[in-house]
Nanobody, 119 residues
Framework: QVQLVESGGGLVQPGGSLRLSCAASGRIVSINAMGWYRQAPGKQRELVARIAFGGSTDYADAVKGRFIISRDNAKNTVYLHMNSLKPEDTAVYYC?????????????WGQGTQVTVSS
């Protein structure tokens, strides 16, 4: 059984910062790409940022220059540092990871954490 557990969401004022964390646990052999997605009310889930095992990154245009994704491979954890937050960043943020167990490699999702940007 593999689990992704997110933390760090909350309410923040425009221009503020938050850091999200996502820790993977269970019978993990290896983890390839890890990433963050978000889903705002009435909208489809969209990619925010992804990071490969080796550290290469990819960002959505809407967050480039404001968000930074990082990972600690020893801790099976991915982070999302969100700066200069805007009301349009309000969404449920989901962690995703491509994880190999003893039987298969597939994508796993966390339960989501709410981020609300409002004054």
């Amino acid at each position: 059984q593999v689990q992704l557990v997110e933390s760090g969401g909350g309410l923040v004022q425009p221009g503020g910062s938050l850091r999200l964390s996502c820790a993977a646990s269970g019978r993990i052999v290896s983890i390839n790409a890890m990433g963050w997605y978000r889903q705002a009310p009435g909208k489809q889930r969209e990619l925010v940022a992804r990071i490969a095992f080796g550290g290469s990154t990819d960002y959505a245009d809407a967050v480039k220059g404001r968000f930074i994704i990082s990972r600690d491979n020893a801790k099976n954890t991915v982070y999302l540092h969100m700066n200069s937050l805007k009301p349009e960043d309000t969404a449920v943020y989901y962690c995703n990871a491509d994880i190999r167990t003893e039987r298969v490699m597939r994508g796993y999702w966390g339960q989501g954490t709410q981020v609300t940007v409002s004054s």
